[in-house]
């Protein structure tokens, strides 16, 4: 079957750097999304990676491994307003996106 | 501009009703989705449409009927309402359905079905 799995909460300090961890198990690969989510908003995007490897943009930064089934995205210098839910979804051979249940992620002062 | 809207925002509703929701896209897209949220958060993919075609149909019950009448427009009715229909429900498009087309989602309907 399709799975996507991720953390469902993670607790981070302002100003500090978290890693929130995506595996995935798809029929066929098409690459890989992360949209952030804030509480009762749309999900927005952040970023979508299709190679091996990290991509940077700002604080955020993307990484992608196709051999192990793994990505994770990357938040820096964290902000408050950074407390958001963040989904990891995997393109599968039919270009349908298999979504993971989010990872919460609370940021203290 | 908003980019992708839906109406209503909010729907309270008896079970049994029959309601719509409507999504409209200005991005000029081919390619629009229906997604359930539950209580849990998984986004679930209901139906897919690009160029006024079904191209996704996940197994939902037949009293959720999308209909797109061009393709900036994706509508959504849903009949004889039950309760466990409680949910969020996003609207989405999307340049195409290949790899790497980003999704651009609406602000959602909270349904809550009594």
């Known amino acids: 079957g399709q799975n996507i799995d991720q953390p469902t909460e993670m607790t981070a300090t302002e100003g500090a750097i978290v890693q929130i961890n995506c595996t995935y198990q798809?029929?066929?690969?098409?690459?890989l999304f992360w949209y952030q989510q804030h509480a009762g908003e749309a999900p927005t995007f952040l970023s979508y990676?299709?190679l091996d490897g990290l991509e940077e943009k700002g604080r955020f930064s993307s990484f992608l491994s196709r051999s192990k089934g793994y990505s994770y995205l990357l938040l820096k210098e964290l902000q408050m307003k950074d407390s958001a839910s963040y989904l990891c979804?995997?393109?599968?051979?039919?270009?349908?996106?298999?979504w993971g249940a989010g990872t919460k992620l609370i940021i203290k002062p | 501009d908003t980019a992708v809207s839906q109406t209503p925002k909010y729907l309270v509703t008896q079970m049994g009703n029959d309601k719509s929701i409507k999504c409209e896209q200005n991005?000029?897209?081919?390619?629009m989705y229906w997604y359930k949220q539950d209580s849990k958060k998984f986004l679930k993919i209901m139906f897919s449409?690009?160029?006024?075609?079904?191209?996704i149909n996940e197994t939902v019950p037949n009293r959720f009927s999308p209909k797109s009448p061009d393709k900036a427009h994706l509508n959504l009715h849903i009949n004889s309402l039950e309760l466990g229909d409680s949910a969020v429900y996003f609207c989405a498009s999307s340049q195409g359905f290949a790899g790497g087309e980003t999704q651009y989602f609406g602000p959602g309907t909270r349904l809550l079905v009594l």
């Open positions: 990676n299709v």
């Open positions: 991005l000029g897209h081919d390619t």
């Open positions: 449409y690009n160029n006024k075609e079904l191209i």
């Open positions: 979804a995997a393109t599968d051979s039919n270009y349908q996106l298999i």
């Open positions: 798809t029929s066929g690969f098409n690459g």
